[in-house]
């Protein structure tokens, strides 16, 4: 039932549907929770889905300062807590994907299985001219889907944008090296035409200790929406099941 909560830092707007395990869905940057809008009812039904609009995002409202990393994990581990009550299995997608993995490195006791769309940790893993620029102009699409729902008014856009470009412009902080103390089972999960780089992909699949790679064919940055069916297939494929036994296993040898 969608509604608000007060979490320490803010008042934050969530919808969560089904039963069964907790599954929190974590959107993209300068997009909400309606991202998910072709996968939230395929997760109901094998999960709890959650599915929270960040601070200055969607319905919840914006909060004095800048937009940071560690705010945003702050609220997402706030609302573990105090919504779900403890841990569940994570979804993260593009920006919401980075914010999953400084929770998973943080407060790994909170996550169980972890699902990365289009994830990156600096934007040396975007491809060239997808990069994010200080000048910039966001798409009036993203503007408009502001504006439908933005507590405080499609003339705060402007404000959101600015930090969030503000903090695109800052290093995330994570080395390549450091997704090795992820201790949950991971997919990562990326469009063959992504903005995410495929060497970028790959690179996360290798280093995080227990991970698996699934590249959606004919698929861009916007898998979730362009290919619903499929994505949701091998998430939940990985979700609901053990690891499959393999027979000539390289990487996985040991």
Known sequence: MAGYVELPGVRA???DRGDGEPLLMLHGGMTDSRCFAGNFDAMGEHFHAYTPDRRGHGRTPDVEGPLTAEAMVEDTVDFLRKVIGGPAHVV???AGALVAILLALREPSLVRQLV???GFIDHDGMVAGTRPDPNMEFPPVIRQAYAEVSPDGPEHFDVVAAKTLA???QPTGIAMADLAGIASRTLVMAGDDDIVTAEHSLALSRTIPNAELAVIPGA???LLMEKPA???AMMLDFLTKPPAPTFMPIR???
């Open 92 to 94: 993260g997608y593009s």
């Open 13 to 15: 707007w969530y919808d």
């Open 252 to 254: 996985r040898a040991s």
């Open 220 to 222: 861009t940055h916007m």
């Open 167 to 169: 903090l695109m412009g």
């Open 116 to 118: 990365l769309v289009s």
């Open 230 to 232: 499929l994505c949701n």
